[in-house]
């Protein structure tokens, strides 16, 4: 009689009996066979810096070009922060050598430019666990919101629970502009998800042993807290400081004095203020001197412009329309535009002034009805002309998107 050859069950005790050469197996050994593997699969997966190969500042920026338009200024800075923070985990520990501090980075910029991106591009080529988490959920302990330690939670389920590996990770807080300071008048209302967010985040900045609920705090308080050293992970934080313009443009024409006004004036170009960001202007923001203080690497992005907008729609790996060609071509439909369509896309996105997100929104409102009617239909070509363009854009109702 026919019967599995590692667990002995006959055919009839199980769902199915598969036959080998000289043997056979049944359902149940090829489960628990198959859990084995995942097992020591995720093992040699996990994050071991030993074999990983250093990237050149050089080389992670070539990477991030293939994603990114533009922003040249922000990808050096933080291909940098990426290359140091690799060599500063591979130094071997001997308390004779200089000890390398790490450097967190800040990144500003208007909505649409491509913080959020930059960080997710470049979690795409790293060998160390990765983050994003967004600033604006997280409040003071005791508070409906998120505990700062939740941060550090996501961090441990991005490195499956490795401790080791998951302190020396990298996060991306998003919208860190979002828990500046209120104001300075002081207020019957505590201000639970400003200065009190930015006092609890100093120490994973700075670096200490924080314990942390792997499974977030106030759901589950009964549950053992894991500690986490915070020495050695890299916080880049990103926010686009609406309103922060103005504060540099006051700092700037306050140092304007004298005979050489005129000339210091001309020198500065007023339609892209964030070049000239200093810390300071962080400060009267609302962000406490001592979080400036942790984020020493301070770096700006610039407003997208006409000619970039243009790029970004066709250009990278990933870009917009190469994205819907892509999925009519899946449905064996050929996804022609005309060149008047792009430009026509992107003088919207520029009338909106919603950046590179303005960018999707116009072309879903332009291709939906096409998404919907075209599949199930017979083989061909699909043009998109300047004339077809227009008119889905002014039927659709785009009022809320010029609002946004």
């Given amino acids: 009689m026919d019967k599995c050859s590692f667990c002995g069950r006959s055919r009839k005790d199980t769902n199915l009996l598969i036959a080998g050469v000289s043997g056979h197996i049944c359902d149940s050994c090829i489960e628990q066979a198959h859990g084995i593997l995942a097992e020591e699969f995720k093992k040699k997966s996990s994050f071991d810096m030993k074999g990983v190969k250093l990237m050149k500042p050089l080389e992670i920026k070539a990477f991030l070009d293939q994603y990114v338009i533009g922003q040249v200024e922000a990808k050096k800075y933080l291909s940098v922060a990426v290359y140091n923070h690799y060599k500063r985990l591979m130094q071997p520990s001997s308390t004779e050598d200089v000890e390398i501090e790490k450097s967190n980075i800040i990144l500003v910029g208007e909505t649409g430019t491509g913080k959020t991106l930059l960080a997710r591009t470049i979690a795409r080529m790293l060998h160390v666990p990765f983050t994003i988490v967004d600033a604006t959920v997280l409040t003071e302990a005791g508070y409906v919101g998120e505990d700062i330690e939740s941060i550090l939670t996501r961090l441990l389920q991005a490195a499956d629970y490795n401790v080791e590996a998951a302190q020396k990770g990298i996060v991306f807080i998003d919208e860190i502009d979002k828990i500046a300071r209120k104001g300075d008048n002081p207020s019957i209302t505590r201000d639970v998800s400003g200065e009190g967010v930015q006092q609890g985040l100093l120490k994973l900045l700075e670096g200490a042993i924080v314990n942390v609920p792997p499974q977030g705090g106030r759901k589950h308080p009964e549950q053992k807290m894991i500690p986490v050293d915070t020495k050695n992970i890299l916080f880049v934080c990103g926010g686009a400081f609406d309103g922060i313009d103005r504060k540099i443009g006051q700092r700037l024409n306050t140092r304007v004095v004298g005979y050489a006004a005129s000339e210091n004036r001309d020198a500065i170009d007023p339609k892209n203020l964030l070049q000239y960001i200093a810390p300071q202007d962080l400060k009267s923001f609302g962000l ?57 896309i992107v003088d919207k996105a520029i009338e909106y002034k919603l950046g590179a997100r303005g960018l999707r929104s116009i072309c879903e409102t332009i291709m939906m009805d096409h998404m919907f009617e075209s599949p199930g239909k017979d083989s061909g070509k699909l043009e998109i002309t300047l004339g077809l363009a227009r008119e889905k854009l002014e039927k659709a109702n785009i009022s809320l998107l010029k609002a946004g």
């Fill in 288 to 344: 406490i001197p001592e979080i400036i203080g942790r984020l020493p690497i301070l770096t700006y992005l610039n407003p997208l412009d006409r000619d970039t907008l243009r790029l970004i729609l066709t250009e990278p790996k990933n870009s917009i329309i190469k994205q819907y060609v892509k999925l009519f071509e899946m449905d064996k439909i050929e996804l022609v535009f005309d060149d008047e369509v792009l430009d026509y």
